[in-house]
């Protein structure tokens, strides 16, 4: 007699000790097979636990969005159940919002690419420069009582202040404006030219957006060196615009300013020439007589420079036929660059010997301390050309950030979103429809074709199916022949001509 097996117990999990019911309960148990210890159960630390079940998968939004239907061309042949024109309408609604969609798609992208080009539009900046006197040795009573000038030398100083104020574009620049005025009392007094800007405010006069220091990134005065003078009274003064980090909105106060003033101490008329070097981004460059005999202009930047270039070498037709990246230099191109082909890449970086920083605007000024000028002061006024952000890119800049349009986007993709679920409801409304309509016509054709149907669908998914789509050949279309049959078509004679092209049917033959 064979002994009986063990039980089997599941791993790690030992189960209780079972008898047979024949076993009597007499007696201590005998000796059995060795009960499986348990092993001890540590804790899990949570990164090792497997993820729950109930935890959204990161793929879930897009297999939703997968889902969505898109689809809102309503189905053809629905107009022919549906009374009334709503079709004929909405087909109208969708060919005008394809033009609409299209024209402000074209829009925008043209809007973006005008802002990406800087526009440059240049403005008249009036500059004032004039100077005061204070301690001068005909200004003391006893110069006036008629002691000879210089009896208290060192003592007599001079303020000059330079100022800038952008003129508008509906001015004039030759006409007498308020600031001709207020200039002119500045300059007969120095606590007047303090109190300019707090007074311009009270007054309501119109700001100006861009102030003086906006335009330009150096002010220097430089003196005429002159030997009697001593050498501290003609030392430099200048002002460089500090750098500023990339997400810093304005300049800072020190930096911020309509009008320059500095100090010092003299007794003698000085002449003075004042430096002006433009800050723009992008940068303009002086051109070599060369360059600008290609370009056609004497300053550009360098971005306009290489545009310049490319549309010179389409003009004239310099490309190659098969590398249109390589460019037949002519006689003004041969000029610049020195050799008879160019890489265009290469362009960029070979035209920086033929550039240089744009020259200052140099201001002569001379400052005058005698008694004479000074019973009645005139400024000195100069007119120059400073190069403005086009008024127009802060609009389109305006019209590309507009939450509101962002916004109307957002409410059209539910509108969408709904018309592509109306759409569905009418497609699959309309298969009912189909359906029914034919099942009226002839109930019993309809009814044996759909089971036919459905049981082709059947094999097929089953796997039954002798021919792929459940066609085993039983059916009254593959037993009738003639020309109508299924038989005699191009179907029928490619796959004859299929299984007849197979090795195994040619090594049969």
């Known amino acids: 007699m064979n002994a009986p097996m063990p039980p089997s117990y599941g791993r790690g999990f030992p189960q209780a000790a079972q008898r047979s019911p024949a076993t009597p309960r007499r007696g201590p148990p005998g000796p059995g097979p060795a009960m499986p210890v348990p092993m001890a159960q540590h804790p899990v630390p949570p990164q090792y636990l497997p993820p729950q079940r109930n935890m959204a998968h990161p793929n879930d939004a897009a297999l939703r969005r997968s889902r969505k239907p898109t689809d809102k061309n309503i189905p053809d042949g629905i107009e022919d159940v549906i009374v009334g024109e709503g079709v004929q309408q909405y087909k109208s609604l969708r060919d005008l919002e394809k033009r609409l969609d299209a024209a402000i798609v074209r829009k925008r992208l043209d809007i973006q690419d005008s802002i990406s080009k800087t526009v440059k539009k240049y403005r008249t900046m009036r500059i004032w420069i004039s100077n005061t006197v204070e301690s001068q040795p005909w200004q003391d009573a006893s110069g006036q009582n008629g002691s000879a000038p210089g009896s208290n030398p060192g003592s007599g100083r001079y303020k000059v202040r330079i100022e800038g104020r952008l003129l508008d574009d509906d001015s004039d620049p030759t006409a007498a404006e308020d600031s001709d005025d207020e200039g002119a009392a500045d300059e007969s007094n120095g606590d007047a030219m303090e109190q300019d800007s707090s007074e311009t405010k009270k007054s309501g006069a119109k700001q100006q957006k861009q102030r003086f220091s906006h335009f330009f990134k150096t002010i220097s005065v430089d003196f005429d060196k002159a030997s009697t003078v001593n050498p501290e009274e003609v030392k430099p003064v200048s ?231 459940g066609e085993d050949g039983s059916g009254p279309e593959f037993r009738r022949g003639g020309a109508d049959g299924a038989w005699d078509t191009p179907v029928a004679r490619e796959a004859v001509r299929y299984m007849l092209a197979k090795p195994e049917a040619a090594m049969g033959r």
């Open 239 to 469: 002002w460089v615009k500090p750098q500023l980090p990339p997400n810093a909105a304005s300049l800072p106060p020190s930096a911020d300013f309509d009008s320059l003033q500095f100090s010092r101490a003299s007794q003698e008329n000085l002449n003075i020439t004042i430096s002006l070097v433009h800050d723009e981004v992008p940068e303009r460059y002086k051109l070599s007589k060369e360059l600008a005999e290609v370009l056609d202009v004497e300053e550009e930047t360098r971005s306009g420079i290489v545009l310049g270039i490319w549309d010179y070498i389409r003009a004239m037709g310099l490309q190659e036929d098969e590398e249109k990246r390589l460019v037949r230099c002519d006689h003004r191109l041969r000029a610049i660059f020195g050799r008879d082909q160019m890489f265009f890449p290469q362009i960029p970086e070979s035209i920086g010997p033929h550039t240089s920083p744009i020259d200052p605007v140099k201001l002569p000024y001379t400052i005058r301390v005698d008694e004479e000028f000074h019973k009645n002061p005139t400024a000195t006024v100069y007119d120059i050309q400073v190069a403005v952000e086009d008024p127009l890119r802060a609009k389109m800049l305006a019209l590309t950030k507009n939450h509101q349009y962002s916004m109307a986007m957002q409410k059209i993709t539910s509108l969408d979103d709904q018309v592509s679920l109306i759409v569905q409801t009418l497609t699959h409304s309309r298969a009912r429809h189909s359906f029914y309509t034919a099942l009226s016509k002839d109930p019993v054709n309809f009814v044996r074709r759909w089971i036919n149907s459905q049981r082709r669908d059947l094999e097929t998914i089953l796997g039954e199916a002798t021919r792929g789509g």
